[in-house]
């Protein structure tokens, strides 16, 4: 049976789990610069470089890997939020891209064909391509709103390179996450598929998007169900939310998004909203505790945690849900759905 259809099988009858936060793991290991950079000869400092510990400290990432998996997670993803030749240019690696994600994605997948020869079940691996530290909808000059520091073909590109190496290491999903800029995620999208079709495999794309306010939109503006509307074409295995908030603030834009969603959705909230220091205080009972409020409501197929989160939050969220009911995927009447920065459905 393909990832996919085990994945939406299993996803049918149980609320699946999925990892935490790779940051607030790795923080806890007090790394230094040496630990960062290896023997690796590098121009520039490397010290939170977190991607490129898949190359010198793997053995951090595979430690991380299993403690999640141990936790309770049907899936996992690989290190690799920052690994694209953008986002690595602040640190100068920008020619280990293809080396880093190429051992990202094997680290999880043997994180997860260990776990598996444990108990025969089988696990997942996402491939994590974030948004980059670049916009392709707005100017970084409030002087030159017309600016860009990057074209959609460029962007494309990047991520492409991105795609193609984390598919050749084995991931099952491709996530495009905390897609602050919906023109990013379409860039990503593309790619993405692009790199599918190459590969003469299925790889599924999965899409969570980051809100930015209370108003519930993203940086570019966009509404969750006009995201949705404008990246459904690309028939993502999953939908949802991470990052920006906690679980109880993130509820109603999941309820809002469940309505009138075709696909499972996914979603995975930070560890609440940071104190005056930067740090995540919510408790691992309070997150899981909240997160089972969101199945009992049943807006969730998929749940997991984002910045603050740990295997401990993990494990309460997978203890939580246990016995939850997954989301009932709906069968939507066939309409024209749009969307500028709103959503838009045409009446028949």
Not at 33 to 61: F, S, W
Not at 262 to 273: C, E, Q, S, V
Request: one cysteine or more.
């Amino acid at each position: 049976m393909s990832a996919e259809a085990e994945f939406r099988a299993r996803a049918a009858e149980h609320v699946l789990v999925f990892d935490g936060a790779y940051g607030t793991s790795i923080q806890k290991y007090g790394l230094q610069e040496a630990d960062y950079r290896g023997d690796l000869h590098l121009p520039l400092d490397q010290k939170g470089n977190n991607d490129l510990l898949c190359l010198t400290r793997p053995d951090v990432i595979r430690e991380i890997h299993r403690a999640y998996l141990d936790a309770g997670a049907d899936m996992i993803e690989t290190n690799t939020f920052s690994s694209t030749t953008i986002a690595m240019a602040d640190y100068g690696c920008e020619h280990l891209v293809r080396e880093i994600n190429l051992a990202a994605a094997h680290l999880a997948r043997e994180a997860c064909e260990a776990a598996e020869a444990n108990d025969g079940k089988r696990r997942f691996v996402a491939g994590s391509i974030g948004p980059t530290n670049k916009t392709l909808s707005l100017s970084p000059d409030v002087n030159d709103p017309g600016f860009r520091e990057v074209d959609f073909d460029t962007l494309k590109q990047t991520y492409r390179e991105q795609c193609d190496a984390l598919i050749e290491g084995g991931v099952d999903f491709l996530l495009i996450e905390t897609c602050f800029d919906t023109l990013n995620a379409k860039a990503a999208g593309m790619a993405a598929k692009e790199a599918e079709a190459a590969s003469g495999r299925e790889v599924p794309v999965m899409l969570s998007f980051t809100i930015t306010d209370m108003s519930g939109r993203n940086l570019s503006g966009h509404t969750i169900m006009a995201f949705w509307y404008s990246l459904r074409h690309l028939k993502p295995l999953t939908i949802g939310a991470n990052c920006a908030f906690g679980a109880d603030k993130m509820r109603p834009y999941l309820a809002e998004l469940a309505k009138d969603t075709d696909t499972l959705i996914m979603a995975f909230p930070n560890a609440g909203l940071p104190n005056e220091l930067g740090q995540y205080d919510e408790l691992p009972e309070k997150t899981g505790a909240l997160i089972r409020e969101w199945t009992d409501t049943g807006l969730v197929n998929v749940v997991g945690g984002c910045c603050g989160t740990s295997p401990a939050h993990i494990a309460a969220i997978a203890k939580a849900v246990a016995d939850a009911k997954p989301r009932a995927i709906p069968s939507l009447e066939a309409k024209t759905r749009l969307s500028g920065l709103e959503p838009f459905v045409m009446a028949a």
